[in-house]
């Protein structure tokens, strides 16, 4: 029986349908946008900006600046235009006309693709996205029902707390800092999404982070990296993408699968870490290349849209891609310890108190 078949023009078409409702709001679903929508139709950006412009300049679709659910900045976000609906209509009558082999609980028939539609809507209770569905109907001979449940049913997320740590000097004793060890920990479990650690070489920065790794640690999803100046953004997303995929988060592993420019993640990003409750530990964030930066920046942005991962930087210096008065930004800048710490940690390294001498 021939499969169900949809060009990827029509399949562009059809997403925007399922955003229709959308159109007219002040703030949009990031599908609305570029990389939402690559990252829906599985390709990459400069596919999807190309298929838009084909559709945009047949009349199908439109587009408008507009705030993206969760993001910072506003993005261009495209819809359907009367004709464009007209045309997505068309498309999604022929596919729910079109045949296929159903089997539920061992029994296989041939139906059609609305009757699909709606008995795995009657047996799961969930309602799937009618691109998927089609997605899936195309690619396979007899559309299974409990193949149907595996990739279209979200699977529950693992309660197991996952760590990673590059480069991460563990800490057995650290002197003083209560006050700072707080700040981080109200960080944390606070409003804001980003907070910078800043002072002079040998201050503290990385120790104190790290002590607050460790009081973390079987509480929250913890990511550490430590930079050099020879890291790649490559090794950057490979050490991250599989820190988030072994936290039951694909999104951004699957799209550097698919060939995807690092550019291009930010969607795979923000999907991955709505709702994550993890904390990204970035030392040494003054020693990142130029084109590095840009993907922190990435990371960043993608963790202040989540709404719940938390990132802690530590740095010799303000970060060029960093602002003290930024929303979802915190600063804490490192001063020597104080008298009664310092000599604690002077007798422990068996050097003589300067201000007795």
């Not at 694909?250 to 699968?257: C, M």
Request: hydrophobic share 40%; net charge neutral.
């Amino acid at each position: 029986m021939p499969r169900p078949v949809v060009s990827q023009n029509e399949r562009l078409l059809l997403h925007l349908l399922e955003l229709d409702d959308h159109r007219e709001e002040p703030e949009v679903p990031l599908g609305a946008s570029q990389e939402g929508i690559a990252s829906c139709l599985g390709t990459q950006v400069h596919n999807a900006s190309r298929a838009l412009s084909v559709l945009e300049s047949e009349g199908l679709v439109m587009d408008r600046l507009a705030h993206i659910r969760g993001a910072p900045k506003r993005r261009r976000a495209y819809f359907l235009t009367e004709k464009g609906h007209k045309v997505a209509n068309e498309v999604k009558g022929n596919l729910l006309k079109s045949l296929v082999v159903y089997e539920e609980r061992g029994r296989a028939e041939e139906t059609t693709l609305a009757e699909t539609f709606k008995r795995f809507k009657t047996l799961t209770g969930s309602t799937p996205g009618f691109l998927d569905l089609v997605d899936i109907a195309r690619g396979v001979d007899v559309v299974r029902s409990d193949e149907l449940s595996k990739r279209l049913v979200p699977p529950a997320r693992t309660e197991r707390f996952v760590e990673a740590a590059f480069g991460r000097p563990k800490m057995s004793v650290l002197y003083g800092r209560e006050n700072e060890r707080k700040m981080i920990m109200d960080h944390v479990g606070g409003a804001n999404s980003v907070m910078l650690i800043w002072g002079i070489p040998g201050i503290g920065k990385t120790s104190l982070a790290s002590k607050v790794f460790d009081e973390l640690s079987g509480r929250k999803h913890l990511f550490w990296y430590s930079f050099h100046s020879w890291d790649t953004e490559e090794h950057f997303v490979s050490v991250l993408s599989k820190f988030l995929e072994s936290a039951n988060r694909p999104s951004t592993a699957e799209e550097r699968g698919r060939g995807a420019a690092v550019g291009d993640l930010f969607a795979p990003l923000m999907s991955d870490m709505t709702g994550f409750d993890a904390v990204l530990f970035m030392d040494d964030v003054q020693k990142a290349s130029e084109k590095l930066v840009l993907m922190v920046a990435m990371v960043l942005e993608a963790a202040k849209a989540s709404g719940t991962c938390k990132a802690v930087l530590m740095s010799r210096e303000l970060p060029s891609f960093f602002s003290k008065t930024g929303d979802g930004n915190v600063t804490l800048e490192l001063s020597g310890l104080d008298h009664a710490s310092a000599m604690k940690f002077a007798e422990s390294s068996k050097a003589k108190d300067p201000v007795k001498t």
